[in-house]
């Protein structure tokens, strides 16, 4: 059959036989690339852009995407927004592909967008008693609301009533929502000290407020 809208011939079994303008048809479709995915977890808004190239050479015309069920749009971005109502936390599917001057299509691709914008809240209900010199034992939890980054980062700071601090643990990032014990040898001086929790999430987001308690040395 012919085609005289783009100027091509073809036979029976698919092959282009002639192009009636003398030119080469296009039967490849374009190429979209991405860039702005995120590794991770983010606490704000995420912009997606893309670039498409079309390999048999009439020209790319427009790049459609969008983000999980909502509608379609035409552009070379898109946004994952990160109200601070929370509404749109938890993970997304963006999806986009490009179509060319013929009318090839390409195939969809996705990616993925997690966003999580509730912060960590620590929890430290109990003091620690520790004789100088032998491990003292923390006892702490962070908590956070899903959809959520599910680890944060803790940090434990030890200061004296006055509020001068006197030392500072780093525990590894670690899962939210279970109970943790952080032993440490005490060679603090004897008397009474508050230790304080807080807490950085995967995705960024600090505590809403820290959680301290009483470590008493004898």
Do not use: M
Request: aromatic letters at 6%; one cysteine or more; proline letters at 6%.
């Amino acid at each position: 059959f012919t085609d005289p809208l783009h100027g091509w011939a073809v036979g029976t079994d698919g092959t282009v036989l002639a192009t009636t303008t003398g030119g080469v048809p296009d039967i490849l479709p374009p190429v979209t690339t991405v860039s702005g995915v995120p590794a991770g977890w983010r606490n704000r808004q995420v912009v997606l852009s893309f670039s498409a190239v079309d390999p048999g050479g009439s020209g790319v015309v427009a790049t459609h995407h969008k983000v999980d069920d909502g509608a379609w749009s035409q552009g070379t971005a898109c946004f994952v927004r990160a109200p601070a109502d929370h509404k749109n936390d938890g993970t997304h599917t963006v999806a986009f592909y490009s179509v060319d001057a013929f009318g090839n299509e390409e195939a969809e691709q996705t990616r993925t967008v997690s966003i999580d914008t509730r912060r960590p809240r620590p929890r430290a209900p109990n003091a620690a008693r520790v004789t100088r010199g032998r491990t003292a034992t923390l006892r702490y939890r962070i908590d956070d609301t899903a959809p959520c980054a599910g680890t944060a980062r803790p940090v434990i700071k030890i200061t004296k009533l006055g509020g001068r601090l006197v030392k500072t643990l780093k525990p590894a990032a670690q899962p939210v929502g279970k109970w943790r014990k952080l032993r440490f040898t005490c060679k603090l001086a004897r008397g009474t000290y508050r230790f304080t929790v807080y807490a950085t999430d995967a995705a960024g987001n600090r505590q809403t407020k820290t959680a301290s308690n009483k470590l008493v040395v004898r």
